[in-house]
């Protein structure tokens, strides 16, 4: 046991140990933090990773537990190969994970010519996998101290506590939920303006708008037509359909409803997307705040590998 976690199958050649320490620390330090670190804004998985495990087929116990569990094991495994600590074992569920998305997720995966990214991050972790930590690492140090015993107990007492937080938190997660009954109330004609920040410039540009809202039939699906009295060409038309679960509004999962003193509703939804001039890829997050009289729908972004959320823009309306 102590050999699997903590042995390597490398020893003597010092140049060659120092190589593998830079390569080692290389793909841990990226899939940490290029892969890992944007997911961590929430506990368990950010909703447009659990739908993405989900339409994979991981659905048991649930998909959002898979989903902490690659989130988690992205950025702690990669950081445990970095400094070569655990390293077999993380780089073992790394191999599975960029398995699953090198040769499942992708419709035509091309093994030998599709020169995919993920397809030669997941032949590293194999490669780690195989060979170990090597001599530079916590695990070396670990494998010299002849009084430390690992035993199969305690390993697995760790794993279970681990995976009981993954369920807890994934199963949390998903219990929010909206209704076609949320969205009624906002059927008809409403009147306001729209406030977008303009990236060339860094600053607001507010304009007029109009807004009508109607139910397509009975279905869980809603018409949203725009409209812009001094910009009639800037004008538009968009449907937002609520899965039959209640979870997804389009491809944006909801993840949190809440009713105010008044009455009024908030829902909010994320998804992975992309923002700016240049198209970056970022977490965008859109509020609605439901009322009688008062509707406002507002985008948030946040750029990967950054902390701060920009307000992109908001519509702000009341009745007719």
């Known amino acids: 046991m102590k050999q699997f976690f903590f042995g390597s199958a490398f020893t003597g050649n010092k140049a060659f140990n120092i190589a593998w320490l830079l390569f080692r620390f290389y793909i841990g330090f990226t899939i940490a933090i290029g892969a890992g670190w944007p997911k961590m804004n929430e506990l368990a998985a950010p909703g447009w990773f ?5 339409e994979l087929g991981f659905n048991f116990p ?17 950081l445990c190969i970095a400094i070569g600590f655990f390293t077999r074992f993380s780089a073992i569920q790394l191999a599975f994970q960029f398995f699953v998305v090198s040769f499942i997720w992708y419709k035509e995966p091309a093994p030998m010519v599709g020169m995919y990214y993920q397809q030669l991050l997941f032949w590293g972790f194999v490669l780690i996998a195989v060979g170990g930590s090597g001599k530079y690492s916590i695990d070396n140090f670990i494998m010299k101290r002849k009084d430390l015993k690992i035993s199969i107990k305690q390993v697995a ?4 506590v681990v995976l009981l937080l993954l369920t807890h938190a994934s199963f949390a997660q998903n219990t929010t939920t909206v209704s076609a009954k949320d969205f009624q109330t906002i059927i008809g004609s409403w009147q306001g303006s729209l406030t977008y920040l303009d990236y060339t410039s860094g600053k607001p540009y507010t304009m007029s708008a109009n807004l009508d809202v109607e139910q397509i039939g009975n279905s869980n699906a809603f018409r949203f037509s725009n409209s812009f009295p001094k910009e009639a060409n800037a004008n538009w038309t968009d449907t937002i359909t609520i899965s039959a679960n209640g979870t997804m509004l389009n491809n944006e999962k909801v993840t949190s409803k809440k009713i105010l003193a008044d009455g009024s509703v908030v829902i909010v939804t994320e998804v992975m997307g992309a923002d700016g001039n240049d198209n970056k890829p970022a977490l965008l997050r859109h509020t609605y705040t439901i009322g009688r009289n008062f509707f406002s729908k507002r985008k948030d972004v946040k750029f990967v590998a950054t902390k701060k959320w920009v307000k992109r823009h908001e519509y702000t309306y009341g009745r007719k």
């Open 50 to 54: 659990v739908k993405q495990v989900s």
């Open 62 to 78: 649930s998909p959002g537990f898979w989903a902490a569990a690659a989130s988690w094991g992205e950025f702690v495994g990669g």
């Open 157 to 160: 007492t760790t794993a279970t």
